[in-house]
């Protein structure tokens, strides 16, 4: 596991980080109160992180950006006890009671908090307290935060909170991106284009003044806008554009340009005959596009007829293409559906292929 040379933090992907993570929801009532700290760059899904972490586990999910609130409202407000002549404080409805199911608190951005707001969320980290409120034993409290390195609105934690945590630096793993990404159904050509050139998948520069930038977040942004991408191109590069910026949105223009020269996806599933594309770019863009289309159905034959066309790159100065192609098939249909997964284990075009190229796979 590298670790972050700032931080001296380990630094471990969100898959990874889920792992662990679930390991210590399941002890939270029996091995301590340690909270989590979770930082990294923004756009790389370190709250989606959370929230589905949260569903995993079948527990409650409270979000509270310490950012945006004054630590009055985390306090809560004062009342008159008449009888016990004492001033009370009366929680926020938004923490958790003795009544809430098993949980987590998610306390996000909360190094962009005031030092004020953090002293307010020192007793609630630091002690499972505030005043007389208490934290439910079953709940976790889990916090994120931006580097300081990134440059974003950032306050140096306090030691003493600081302490309290456990800290986890999140980077991205473009494996596990692909692969989420399948499963959400991004646009196909976005997962291709990103396969072609990983670089492109996260260009987060502090030093830059560019407010839009591409990161796993950003691009799943972008695919929002396929529905505008062929009926008014230029209003659909606007919208990537806003999402990842120019040079990003221009590469990936000129990456779709190849759609033209392509055989129909469905000529090569239903082996009507086709012309084989040569240029690298060509072959990521009729991927995505092939891909897509055995999602929607990957009967016996359609599948049988995938693998003609990889072996058209078997053995050729292209072979790497041909187990990108396998490689990024299994991968889609593992995420998508644990069935189209197993279904594609057992085809028998398949256990031909992994008999031939287990050399390779090794």
Same mark, same amino acid.
């Given at each position: 596991?590298?670790?972050?040379?700032?931080?001296?933090?380990?630094?471990?992907?969100?898959?990874?980080?889920?792992?662990?993570?679930?390991?210590?929801?399941?002890?939270?009532?029996?091995?301590?109160?340690?909270?989590?700290?979770?930082?990294?760059?923004?756009?790389?899904?370190?709250?989606?992180?959370?929230?589905?972490?949260?569903?995993?586990?079948?527990?409650?999910?409270?979000?509270?950006?310490?950012?945006?609130?004054?630590?009055?409202?985390?306090?809560?407000?004062?009342?008159?006890?008449?009888?016990?002549?004492?001033?009370?404080?009366?929680?926020?409805?938004?923490?958790?009671?003795?009544?809430?199911?098993?949980?987590?608190?998610?306390?996000?951005?909360?190094?962009?908090?005031?030092?004020?707001?953090?002293?307010?969320?020192?007793?609630?980290?630091?002690?499972?307290?505030?005043?007389?409120?208490?934290?439910?034993?079953?709940?976790?409290?889990?916090?994120?935060?931006?580097?300081?390195?990134?440059?974003?609105?950032?306050?140096?934690?306090?030691?003493?909170?600081?302490?309290?945590?456990?800290?986890?630096?999140?980077?991205?793993?473009?494996?596990?991106?692909?692969?989420?990404?399948?499963?959400?159904?991004?646009?196909?050509?976005?997962?291709?284009?990103?396969?072609?050139?990983?670089?492109?998948?996260?260009?987060?520069?502090?030093?830059?003044?560019?407010?839009?930038?591409?990161?796993?977040?950003?691009?799943?942004?972008?695919?929002?806008?396929?529905?505008?991408?062929?009926?008014?191109?230029?209003?659909?590069?606007?919208?990537?554009?806003?999402?990842?910026?120019?040079?990003?949105?221009?590469?990936?223009?000129?990456?779709?340009?190849?759609?033209?020269?392509?055989?129909?996806?469905?000529?090569?599933?239903?082996?009507?005959?086709?012309?084989?594309?040569?240029?690298?770019?060509?072959?990521?863009?009729?991927?995505?596009?092939?891909?897509?289309?055995?999602?929607?159905?990957?009967?016996?034959?359609?599948?049988?007829?995938?693998?003609?066309? *990889?072996?058209?790159?078997?053995?050729?100065?292209?072979?790497?293409?041909?187990?990108?192609? *396998?490689?990024?098939?299994?991968?889609?249909?593992?995420?998508?559906?644990?069935?189209?997964?197993?279904?594609?284990?057992?085809?028998?075009?398949?256990?031909?292929?992994?008999?031939?190229?287990?050399?390779?796979?090794?």
């Amino acid at each position: 596991m590298t670790v972050n040379s700032e931080l001296d933090i380990p630094q471990i992907t969100i898959a990874n980080a889920k792992k662990l993570l679930k390991i210590i929801a399941s002890k939270i009532t029996s091995a301590g109160k340690q909270a989590i700290m979770l930082w990294g760059a923004p756009g790389i899904g370190k709250s989606d992180l959370v929230r589905q972490l949260a569903k995993d586990t079948d527990r409650e999910f409270i979000d509270i950006r310490l950012s945006t609130i004054d630590p009055v409202d985390l306090r809560g407000l004062p009342h008159i006890d008449k009888e016990l002549s004492l001033t009370k404080w009366l929680p926020p409805d938004f923490l958790p009671t003795e009544a809430s199911q098993p949980g987590i608190l998610f306390l996000d951005e909360i190094n962009a908090a005031s030092p004020m707001i953090q002293a307010s969320a020192y007793q609630l980290i630091l002690d499972r307290k505030l005043g007389n409120y208490e934290v439910p034993p079953n709940w976790l409290i889990i916090a994120a935060g931006n580097r300081l390195s990134d440059k974003s609105v950032t306050y140096r934690l306090p030691t003493a909170l600081a302490n309290r945590f456990s800290h986890f630096e999140i980077v991205v793993s473009a494996e596990e991106w692909y692969q989420w990404a399948w499963k959400n159904e991004i646009d196909p050509y976005i997962i291709a284009f990103l396969r072609h050139h990983p670089d492109l998948l996260i260009q987060f520069d502090p030093d830059s003044n560019r407010i839009a930038f591409p990161t796993p977040r950003s691009w799943a942004f972008a695919s929002s806008f396929i529905e505008v991408r062929d009926v008014e191109l230029g209003l659909y590069y606007k919208g990537l554009q806003s999402s990842v910026g120019s040079s990003a949105s221009q590469q990936f223009l000129a990456f779709l340009k190849h759609r033209a020269d392509l055989p129909d996806p469905e000529d090569i599933l239903t082996d009507a005959g086709y012309d084989i594309p040569q240029s690298p770019d060509a072959q990521y863009v009729l991927m995505g596009a092939l891909i897509n289309a055995l999602l929607r159905d990957s009967s016996t034959e359609r599948v049988e007829n995938y693998f003609k066309f *990889v072996a058209h790159f078997s053995g050729t100065n292209a072979a790497d293409y041909a187990l990108i192609l *396998v490689k990024e098939l299994t991968s889609a249909f593992q995420a998508r559906d644990s069935g189209l997964a197993s279904q594609l284990s057992e085809h028998p075009s398949f256990k031909i292929w992994l008999k031939e190229n287990i050399d390779v796979l090794e």
